[in-house]
């Protein structure tokens, strides 16, 4: 793994890095609390279809895991961020394309699903990570890619997901792998979402195999995920990962 940049502010160390996997580079985020010592829970975040690692909403996640105490990492997703020549600076150009791979290359989930599990693998190397329990936050195409994830990797114990539903090139794979899903799950959904209907959205909720899940539906488009939710969300990972909010050696 290279560390390309490493810097603390308020609390928290940011490191973006790159890790190298079968030939093609996996673009990375990592916060922890800074000056952190001994291990801690890691939690994934997974961004939307337009956006990437870097994204405001991701980062501001990411830096509010850690001042919890846990650590985070976001990766570039298959047509995102870093692994693009323009560095995703075009969200529309990012989004066609994923809606592209997602309809034509049958690989692009299970691809996204060994991306994370070896970044994974990597990052519980480093002292102030270690081993131990994992979580995972990612809506919209964060679940598109991060549904199978978490149901594949028996390290995830708690989720947070939604902005989506049972509908999509890859619908009879999410429902299948919703099935497996046997972790605490808080699944966030839109009312008045315009790119996938409640119905669907609710039909994806109901396959989830786990009985320890609930559903947080506020009113809006896509988009609209109120800021209260958000930060909640991510409270209910770390409530589940440390039972506290504030680990030791932070």
Not at 111 to 120: I, L, S
Not at 139 to 146: A, D, E, F, P, R
Request: hydrophobic letters at 45%.
């Amino acid at each position: 793994m290279d560390i390309l940049d490493d810097v603390s502010a308020e609390g928290v160390r940011t490191r973006r890095f790159d890790l190298a996997r079968e030939g093609s580079i996996i673009p990375g985020l990592l916060w922890t609390p800074a000056h952190a010592t001994g291990g801690r829970p890691l939690v994934g975040i997974g961004h939307g279809a337009s956006g990437h690692k870097a994204e405001s909403y991701v980062s501001t996640m990411g830096r509010h895991l850690a001042q919890a105490g846990l650590a985070a990492v976001a990766i570039d997703g298959p047509v995102h961020g870093d692994r693009r020549a323009d560095g995703g600076s075009d969200p529309y150009l990012s989004f066609l394309e994923f809606s592209a791979a997602w309809a034509n290359d049958p690989t692009v989930t299970d691809a996204t699903v060994a991306d994370w599990q070896h970044c994974f693998d990597a990052l519980q190397q480093l002292d102030d990570v270690g081993p131990g329990p994992i979580g995972y936050w990612g809506v919209s195409m964060g679940t598109i890619l991060g549904l199978p994830l978490v149901a594949a990797e028996p390290r995830i114990s708690v989720a947070v997901l939604g902005l989506f539903g049972s509908v999509g090139p890859t619908a009879d794979r999410i429902c299948s792998d919703a099935a497996k899903v046997s972790c605490p799950i808080r699944f966030l959904a839109q009312l008045d979402d315009e790119l996938f209907a409640f119905d669907h959205v609710l039909d994806l909720f109901r396959l989830l195999g786990t009985e320890e899940k609930s559903l947080h539906l506020n009113p809006g488009r896509h988009s609209a995920v109120p800021s209260a939710e958000f930060f909640d969300s991510g409270n209910f990972l770390v409530a589940h990962l440390l039972g506290t909010t504030t680990a030791a050696g932070a």
